[in-house]
């Protein structure tokens, strides 16, 4: 597809489960992002990838998250053991530039845990 | 401590009215972005400014970007409903990675 795409869109759970969110950046671009975006607020930095490393991971709210890269391209964002606080919309995004370019959102995955 | 502080945080006025909304840090930023994002959608780049003192026209949208590349604001002319959305400005300090302001929720009364 010609632009970022993510799944699930929707996902809803029981605490305590694990979910993994997946990300499929647009071909080609090599800095990708995780924001969790909470009801009515904005943009919450999680975890940054430049290729298949991650040079700043400090975003990530606790040990029960993480996040991968392979192939310079698609991503996933795990979370164990999930509480309520964990509900939010999931955004990712890439980037043709390391850090300073224009950013292409998906769409999000809401992810609410019961 | 948030880098980009955005206000006011909630706006709401009748259309037709003319609204301005600000970007503040206390640092130098090499360039910044504004976003939109409507319900349910990722953000969407309206605008990059890169000079200090630059100022961008997008239709009703006007971007300054302060001399001393600190700051930066958006007026809107003549709001619509169709301008209803969340604001980000976004921008990198030094060699950082792109942060986001707080956020300004727009809100356009028909």
């Known amino acids: 597809g010609a632009g970022v795409s993510q799944s699930p869109s929707n996902k809803v759970t029981e605490k305590g489960k694990d979910v993994e969110l997946r990300c499929d950046p647009i071909?080609?671009?090599?800095?990708l992002y995780w924001y969790r975006q909470r009801l009515g607020q904005g943009l919450e930095f999680l975890i940054y990838f430049q290729g298949n490393s991650a040079p700043d991971k400090s975003g990530l709210p606790s040990d029960r998250f993480s996040a991968e890269r392979t192939g310079e391209s698609v991503s996933t964002l795990t979370i164990q053991r999930t509480q309520q606080e964990d509900s939010a919309v999931y955004l990712c995004?890439?980037?043709?530039?390391?850090?300073?370019?224009?950013?292409?959102f998906g769409e999000g995955s809401r992810l609410t845990v019961l | 401590t948030q880098l980009l502080e955005q206000s006011p945080q909630f706006l709401s006025i009748q259309e037709g009215e003319n609204l301005t909304v600000y970007c503040n840090s206390s640092s130098v930023f090499s360039s910044l972005q504004w976003y939109r994002q409507e319900p349910g959608e990722g953000p969407v780049l309206l605008v990059t400014v890169v000079t200090g003192g630059e100022v961008k026209k997008l239709k009703r949208l006007t971007f300054q970007f302060g001399d001393a590349r600190k700051d930066s604001s958006l007026h809107i002319t003549a709001a619509q409903p169709g301008d209803t959305g969340l604001y980000l400005c976004a921008g990198t300090p030094g060699d950082e990675k792109l942060t986001f302001g707080t956020g300004t929720r727009l809100t356009i009364i028909p």
């Open positions: 071909s080609g671009h090599t800095a």
């Open positions: 995004a890439s980037s043709s530039l390391s850090n300073t370019g224009e950013l292409f």
